[in-house]
């Protein structure tokens, strides 16, 4: 199993739904400091499904404050649509959605 971040979205042209994602493999599993492996990568949403598929953890990660905050597990969801797309596991912290990080 991996670990990944993603640090940013890219929105389908409706501006609803994510199309892409930046993110990035953790080195060696870090979680603090979140090191990554490569530079990060833009990817399909379906790379993201994929991963978590085969078991792989995704996390969003934040920039707060001048520092760096580990945001809620990313979950694959089915849209009423049949599409399939990503969205974040309930969190207790208001403003750490992955509509919540940067668009690229």
Known sequence: ????FIEAVRFDDSGERIAKVRW???KGG???PP???SDPEEVDVQAVLDSIANGDEVIAKFQRNGGIVMGPQVLGVTYPDGML???TAAYEVPGHTLT????F
């Open 1 to 4: 199993m991996a670990l990944f």
């Open 24 to 26: 990035g493999r953790s």
């Open 30 to 32: 870090q979680v603090m």
């Open 35 to 37: 090191a990554l492996v």
């Open 85 to 87: 797309g990503l969205m």
């Open 100 to 103: 919540d990080l940067p668009s």
